[in-house]
């Protein structure tokens, strides 16, 4: 049975910093694209990064994040983090943890495995 499990969601002031993580179970990092979608109120979902392990670990981010957010994995952990800066009142949103075998699938916004979501609200 595959789960992922987020944490580390939170408040923050703008300017401030989170790191998520996922922990999962039942899937191995190795062999999949693991990435985090964010869904706020009255918008539509976007996928902010992910991981490619089948090439290496290349990576990709949404440009309303690149620069701010970094992506990475610890094989040992089986967990994938997003290490989130300089946030800003518009990354709030509630943010899932993905992954999927295909990169096709994660592009399309359609990858087979979510996470439960964890909150993240960048307010002043």
């Known amino acids: 049975q595959v789960q992922l499990v987020e944490s580390g969601g939170g408040t923050v002031q703008p300017g401030g910093s989170l790191r998520l993580s996922c922990a999962a179970s039942?899937?191995?990092?190795?062999?999949?694209?693991w990435g985090w979608f964010r869904q706020a109120p009255g918008k539509e979902r976007e996928g902010v990064a992910c991981?490619?392990?089948?090439?290496?670990?290349?990576?990709y981010y949404a440009d309303s994040v690149k620069g701010r957010f970094t992506i990475s994995r610890d094989s040992a952990k089986n967990t994938v983090y997003l290490q989130m800066n300089s946030l800003k009142p518009e990354d709030t949103a509630i943010y899932y943890c993905?992954?999927?075998?295909?990169?096709?699938?994660?592009?399309?916004?359609?990858?087979?495995?979510w996470g439960q979501g964890t909150q993240v609200t960048v307010s002043s």
């Open positions: 991981i490619v392990a089948s090439s290496g670990g290349s990576t």
């Open positions: 993905t992954s999927d075998p295909r990169l096709s699938n994660w592009a399309k916004g359609s990858p087979k495995f």
């Open positions: 039942g899937l191995t990092l190795d062999y999949s694209v």
